[in-house]
């Protein structure tokens, strides 16, 4: 099971930055492949969203069974 992080940043300020996670569902995904193609797909998605960001980077972190996300 993965779970997807993105880091965005502020345009005018690359020092302020923030983390998304996924809430759709559904919200953990069982191949990194899976994983990655949302990732992509909400990085593209923040200039639609919140415009004076940027996706700076992703991440699909390996969850632990057993483990809530």
């Known amino acids: 099971?993965?779970?997807v992080?993105?880091?965005v940043c502020l345009i005018a300020d690359p020092?302020?930055?923030m983390f998304i996670?996924?809430?759709e569902?559904?919200?953990v995904y069982d191949t990194f492949e899976a994983c990655k193609a949302r990732a992509l797909e909400i990085?593209?998605?923040v200039p639609i969203y919140l415009p004076k960001y940027?996706?700076?980077r992703w991440k699909c972190s390996?969850?632990?069974e057993g483990k809530f996300t």
């Open 1 to 3: 099971m993965f779970k």
């Open 5 to 7: 992080l993105v880091t």
């Open 15 to 17: 020092t302020k930055c």
């Open 21 to 23: 996670e996924n809430t």
């Open 25 to 27: 569902y559904p919200v």
């Open 43 to 45: 990085g593209s998605e």
């Open 54 to 56: 940027r996706a700076i």
């Open 62 to 64: 390996k969850i632990k």
